[in-house]
């Protein structure tokens, strides 16, 4: 029978979500890939409980993650059945919906039809009466964003969702979105952008909006799915993201470009003591808007090497302009 570390709470770092309540962790763990149906249940299993051994509290979904789509819920949902129901009062769940699901006009985008039927199946998936934060997971342009809005603010009524946010809106829509649920009494307490050293759209807007309105920001592919690791430095490895099935990471990326940069960036990294990991995961941190980043795993190992990061999130002024001198 699982029991959790007693001292889970004593070294993880918590920053407050915007002007809300609720603390998260600084790294989160994300469920994209690696714990979906054609993965091993011990290995997802072994990082989840490891994750929440060492105060990692929210975990992030989506309807369509895997694969197949909807199996990382489900294997979530036994996990949470076989270990985690006794802790669930200390952990903050995640899903999301908007991407494709299922066949049909209403099983994507953002109507209220989708959303409402959406976070339904999803919560039957995980075993949950309720997840604590429910996304829309990409802007639709063709839904008028009010429809969209009043299916979050709904759910919240329904008790289906604590909290509600937005994910991969730029700043104009962010903005609108936030004032909509505004005015229909609901906060959006946090969007979800993605965000790292080689992808700063967020800095030209966004994150300022964010501010502004008191919501909070968490960023996913903060490593850029494996490029601001070592991983490709030489070659590309079979068992890696872009050596695999994957459809979110091509050969193609793996560009050289890309890798004398993060070679240049690892310099850094062991210049402050750190991995090159964990400099690109503080260097998203260092943001005052930033509550947390979303990391993603295929072992127990790589959560406490990106945990480590925590221990150094200071940047001299002479690193940061070394750093954009590598980026520019």
Not at 65 to 88: H, N
Not at 166 to 177: H, L, R, V
Not at 206 to 220: K, N, Y
Request: glycine residues 8%.
């Amino acid at each position: 029978m699982y029991i959790a570390n007693e001292k889970r709470y004593e070294t993880m770092k918590y920053k407050r979500c915007g002007k809300s309540g609720i603390l998260l962790p600084r790294i989160s763990l994300g469920l994209w890939q690696n714990f979906g149906g054609s993965n091993v249940f011990e290995n997802s299993r072994e990082m989840v409980l490891g994750a929440f051994d060492r105060g990692i509290t929210h975990f992030d979904l989506a309807n369509n993650y895997g694969p197949p789509a909807g199996s990382a819920e489900e294997t979530f949902g036994q996990i949470l059945a076989k270990d985690l129901k006794p802790y669930r009062d200390e952990l903050i769940i995640s899903s999301k919906a908007g991407y494709y699901m299922w066949p049909g006009p209403y099983g994507e985008w953002g109507s209220k039809k989708n959303l409402v039927a959406s976070l339904d199946q999803s919560l039957k998936r995980m075993g949950l009466e309720y997840v604590d934060i429910f996304y829309h997971h990409r802007p639709d342009p063709d839904t008028p964003l009010e429809e969209t809005m009043d299916a979050l603010a709904h759910i919240v009524r329904q008790g289906k969702a604590l909290y509600v946010g937005i994910s991969n809106y730029k700043a104009e829509d962010a903005k609108k979105a936030i004032h909509i649920l505004k005015d229909m009494g609901v906060h959006c307490l946090i969007h979800q952008p993605r965000y790292s050293m080689f992808d700063r759209w967020v800095e030209d807007g966004l994150l300022d909006v964010l501010d502004e309105e008191g919501v909070g920001a968490i960023a996913f592919s903060p490593l850029a799915q494996g490029l601001l690791t070592n991983k490709y430095f030489n070659g590309i490895p079979s068992d890696s993201r872009a050596g695999g099935p994957s459809v979110f990471l091509r050969p193609e990326s793996v560009t050289d470009e890309k890798i004398e940069k993060a070679k240049k960036l690892n310099e850094i990294a062991k210049n402050r003591g750190q991995s090159l990991a964990q400099l690109a995961l503080s260097w998203v941190l260092r943001r005052k808007e930033i509550t947390s980043v979303i990391i993603g795993a295929s072992r127990l190992s790589q959560i406490d090497d990106n945990i480590g990061a925590l221990n150094n999130l200071e940047f001299t002024s002479d690193e940061l302009n070394a750093i954009e001198e590598i980026l520019k």
